[in-house]
């Protein structure tokens, strides 16, 4: 049985901690806290990391962390990173300039986007149609990036095990990419 | 800018007496348990605003590893390192839980910082 690292990221309110729960097959370890800060609309925030595992159906192990979104925890992005073989970034189409909010974490994780495979997971599309895939994908492009995007529902698993999927299959693809090269 | 509330001003007098009483002390900051920070003492240009967010992330992780051990509680962390040790203390309240977050080098006594640490909860959780 093999064991690997997936990373999800992102701002706080996309759904790190949802998605995360939505999908692991133990009780996932959460380090919410009360939020203090009356200027964002949640009651609670990560500030440490969640957990979570998920077995595939190979036998294969998926160790899924998920990092605080807000940046003054960005000290635990990069110690969350290590390792990992994806990161899934998940932005909320609802906030004032999610496009922005995706530069941040591409920002941030710089270093590991350099070599790892990343999917972008939009939430709350439904209701805040804009902006649309082609916005992110343009942003992830600026950044000499090619990053698939999918309009998710992180409360729904069938949707983060899509992200996860998709991640694989690029994890895939640039291992076959390696071995022919 | 408004007037620091009453737990804010005790907290400030907690951190200055601790960083001026014990030997070794560098940094002393009170904060939220969402990181941010509401009162300090530092010295050496330490950014009171990072170590706040550090000490609301230990907590948590403290917190973690105490219930998944089944020991109950998380009360404090500590970081031993090289050339010194930092101590996480939680503070329990009704309205608002704060961290305790005290940074110090060679020269001082973990014992000391501890119940001088313990002290200050006591008195931050009684406001």
Redesign the interface.
């Known amino acids: 049985m093999n064991e690997h690292k997936i990373l999800f990221t992102g701002t706080m309110g996309a759904g790190k901690t949802t998605a995360i729960a939505a999908v692991s097959e133990t009780p996932p ?3 919410d ?5 009356a200027s964002l609309g949640k009651a609670f ?1 990560t ?3 969640d957990f979570g595992l998920l077995t595939l159906d190979n036998g294969d192990r998926l160790r899924l962390f998920g990092t ?1 979104g ?1 940046v ?2 960005d ?2 992005w990069k110690i969350l990173a290590q390792g990992a073989l994806g990161v899934i970034i998940l932005i909320d189409n609802s906030r004032p300039a999610p496009v922005d909010d995706l530069r941040t974490y591409l920002d941030g994780f710089a270093d590991e986007l350099r070599r790892l495979p990343c999917v972008i997971g939009v939430g709350r599309r439904e209701t805040h149609p804009s902006p649309d895939s082609d916005a992110y994908a343009a942003a992830a492009a600026e950044r000499g990036l090619a990053l698939p995007v999918l309009e998710v529902d992180v409360r729904r698993r069938g949707d983060v095990l899509l992200l996860i999927d998709t991640l694989l299959m690029q994890i895939e693809a640039d291992l076959a990419s390696r071995l022919d090269a | 800018m408004p007037e620091p509330t009453a737990l804010e001003q005790l907290a400030r007098a907690e951190a200055q007496a601790i960083a001026v009483e014990i030997e070794g002390v560098r940094a002393v900051v009170i904060a ?5 920070d509401v009162a300090s003492s530092v010295s050496g240009g330490a950014d009171a ?2 170590i706040a ?2 000490a ?2 230990i907590a ?2 403290g ?2 590893v105490s219930t ?1 051990a089944g020991l109950g509680r998380g009360t404090s962390v500590t970081v031993n390192t090289a050339s010194g040790f930092a101590l996480v203390h939680s503070v329990r309240r009704a309205d ?2 704060l961290v305790i977050h005290i940074i110090a080098g060679e020269g001082a006594l973990l014992a000391q910082v501890n119940y001088r640490a313990a002290e200050a909860v006591r008195r931050l959780e009684a406001a």
Do not use: C, H, K, W
Request: avoid cysteine; charged fraction near 20%.
């Open positions: 370890v959460v380090t806290v009360r939020n203090t800060d925030t500030v440490g990391l605080p807000q003054r925890f000290f635990l | 939220t348990v969402d990181g941010f605003q990072r967010a550090l609301s992330s948590a992780i917190q973690v998944e608002t839980d």
